[in-house]
């Protein structure tokens, strides 16, 4: 997989260079993920890439025990949550740092920044989330 190839390249791209981009219509103001290149609601082929803080709430969450494949570098346990981000409802998967082993709550909220997950000798942009 290229990182750089489709419709969600800007959202890879940006999180390599720190930010957080989300693509939203042009024509009707939809925000729209997973990214595609046409809007399903107005039509318009106008995406335009928006800077969001990196702020939302929990919505689901699971902490895995066991290896499965491209988890080889992450350390057991590890808590992956599917996020909600403020303002625009998209809903983005990470990790939560979850040093104490605290179960998450459905709701609350959090923050986040870009760290890596090195699968196959390749470093691949994650949000990593943090609770407060």
Known sequence: MNINDGADAPYWNGLADGVLLLPRCGGCGEWLWPALSRCGTCG?????WTE???AGTIFSWTR?????????SLDLP????VATVDDCGIRLLGRLDDPDQIDPLIGEAITGRIGATRV???DIPTIIWSRG
């Not at 318009?44 to 335009?48: A, F, H, K, L």
């Not at 895995?64 to 494949?69: S, V």
């Open 64 to 72: 895995t025990w066991h290896r499965f494949g491209f988890t080889e």
């Open 52 to 54: 969001r803080a990196m």
């Open 120 to 122: 196959e000798g390749r």
């Open 44 to 48: 318009s082929e106008e995406i335009q």
């Open 78 to 81: 590890f808590v992956s949550i």
